[in-house]
């Protein structure tokens, strides 16, 4: 598809479980962001890519948060020993022109931490 | 640390009426962006301001940029039911341009 594609749209796992979370950007957009968004919530911004490197990691809450982008492509969030409170929506985006420009979506992975 | 405010978080009007969300940051922005989000949907880009005082229009919604570049609103006339949804207003962070900070938006209905 032409948009950014997130998988899975939907992961319940319990508490202390490691979880994957995917996302497949625009294709030639160079930048890739993941955000985090609780219910009524703003986007919370949590790490940002330039190409295969992480530009900005400063969002990420603590070490059991970690993101990859081996091939300046697609991107992996990591989720550690998960805890209760890590339930939310996570966003991934894309946009051509880093560090500004407009931020294309995709549809979210809601995941729910029993 | 840098915030951006966003008042009010809930509106609800009738259809046919003007609507107005205000967004305040606590830093000088070099730009402004606005997203909505549908329920149940994901935050799509509606329009980026980027000079002091600047105003831009799409159809019914009007949008300014502070002088100051520390405010913005989001102005929309004769609100249709398509325009349910949240607003949100972001802006880069001083440090990293490529981290958006957003607001917690305002939630708008509207009664047919």
């Known amino acids: 598809g032409a948009g950014v594609s997130q998988t899975p749209s939907n992961k319940v796992t319990e508490k202390g479980k490691y979880v994957e979370l995917r996302c497949d950007p625009i294709?030639?957009?160079?930048?890739l962001y993941w955000y985090r968004q609780s219910l009524g919530q703003g986007p919370e911004f949590l790490i940002y890519?330039?190409?295969?490197?992480?530009?900005?990691d400063s969002g990420l809450p603590n070490d059991r948060f970690f993101a990859v982008r081996p091939e300046g492509s697609v991107s992996t969030l990591k989720i550690q020993r998960t805890e209760r409170g890590d339930s939310a929506v996570y966003l991934c985006?894309?946009?051509?022109?880093?560090?500004?420009?407009?931020?294309?979506f995709g549809e979210g992975s809601r995941l729910t931490v029993l | 640390g840098q915030q951006v405010m966003q008042i009010p978080q809930y509106q609800h009007v009738q259809e046919g009426e003007d609507f107005t969300t205000y967004c305040n940051s606590s830093?000088?922005?070099?730009?402004i962006q606005w997203y909505k989000q549908r329920p149940g949907g994901h935050p799509v880009f509606l329009i980026q301001l980027v000079k002091s005082g600047e105003v831009k229009k799409q159809k019914r919604l009007t949008f300014q940029f502070g002088e100051a570049k520390k405010n913005s609103s989001l102005h929309i006339t004769a609100t249709q039911t398509t325009d349910v949804g949240t607003y949100f207003c972001a802006g880069p962070s001083r440090g990293s341009q490529g981290n958006l900070i957003f607001g917690k938006g305002t939630k708008l209905s509207v009664k047919p």
């Open positions: 890519f330039q190409g295969t490197g992480a530009a900005d």
């Open positions: 830093t000088t922005l070099s730009n």
């Open positions: 294709s030639g957009h160079t930048a």
């Open positions: 985006a894309s946009s051509l022109i880093p560090q500004t420009g407009e931020l294309f």
